[in-house]
């Protein structure tokens, strides 16, 4: 999609119409992407619930729980940062509202909102911001979180599975 797509205010609506009728399959394309990412962070709540309920709480399973809820939150902001793009009024007015809620953040609110709106409201540069940090900062960021959680726990069950093959051969040995 990113081979196709324009990032500007006049141009998203545009070009997300042109990926959905000339690029074969494009429509699809879309949403598979919109149902991925709604399906991720879905995924990552529900992994964290199961974590969560199995009482894995202990400190050698921290990689698996700090990568996780920062994964999650990845998840979260990569959703967060698409309001904008398709560049629709209802896109325009949900990111206004963000906005306003973001500039009453004590102390660094006016700032983050002028950084992530080029500081003279949504526009093109706003759209820009964002889909800079959707389409390349927080997705490497999600694609390592992923692979440093995804370590962490086959590491965390190798280390289970050792346990209790060590607990059945300590259990045989006193029999």
């Known amino acids: 999609m ?11 609506y545009e070009s ?27 995924t990552a709540l529900f992994q964290l619930v199961i974590l969560f309920l199995g ?22 902001a990569l959703s967060w940062t698409a309001i904008i793009l398709d560049w629709s009024q209802l896109g325009f007015w949900r990111m206004r509202i963000e906005l306003e809620t973001i500039a009453t953040i004590p102390a660094i609110g006016a700032t983050l909102q002028n950084i992530l ?9 706003t759209v820009i911001h964002l889909y800079t940090i959707h389409g390349y900062f ?21 280390q289970l599975k050792g346990a209790i093959a060590e607990q059945s051969q300590e259990s045989q040995l006193v029999s």
């Open 2 to 12: 990113a081979f196709y797509y324009e990032p500007t205010a006049g141009g998203a």
């Open 16 to 42: 997300l119409q042109r990926i959905d009728r000339l690029i074969p399959h494009g429509a699809s394309i879309r949403s598979i992407h919109d149902i991925a990412g709604n399906g991720l962070i879905v």
């Open 55 to 76: 009482r894995q709480f202990r400190t050698n399973w921290l990689i698996a729980w700090m990568s996780g809820i920062l994964f999650t939150l990845t998840a979260i």
């Open 117 to 125: 709106t080029g500081g003279s409201g949504i526009n093109s540069i």
């Open 138 to 158: 927080l997705s490497i960021i999600a694609l390592i979180l992923s692979v440093i959680h995804l370590g962490g726990l086959i590491r965390q069950e190798m």
